[in-house]
């Protein structure tokens, strides 16, 4: 039974200092759950280490046919994400 779609939203910030509580936030949301819906409008730092770790968990989804979709993606979110070269590999809808 597919379960309603889950909703985060992120903090302004998000880096290396923060990633071993965001990892146990990932591991914690339910994997059956389409889509998982990150809110990334109030995002003003984030971190190589950060896009690294939801890359890896927007793949570990695509494996159980879930899919990450990140929400109204501030300019700062989409400027790094795009200096990482991860733009493409993200899925973006607006609010």
Do not use: W
């Not at 990150?38 to 793949?59: E, G, K, N, P």
């Not at 494996?63 to 990450?68: D, E, F, G």
């Amino acid at each position: 039974m597919e379960q309603s779609p889950i909703t985060m939203e992120l903090g302004e910030k998000i880096d290396i200092s923060a990633i071993t509580t965001l990892k146990e936030t990932l591991d914690s949301l339910s994997i059956n759950t389409e889509p998982q819906r990150f809110d990334a409008r109030h995002v003003t730092h984030i971190d190589s280490a950060s896009c690294q770790l939801f890359y890896a968990y927007a793949q570990h989804l695509a494996i159980h046919n879930t899919t990450l979709v990140f929400l109204s993606p501030s300019d700062k979110f989409m400027a790094v994400v795009k200096a990482l070269g991860f733009e493409t590999d993200f899925n973006y809808a607006s609010m």
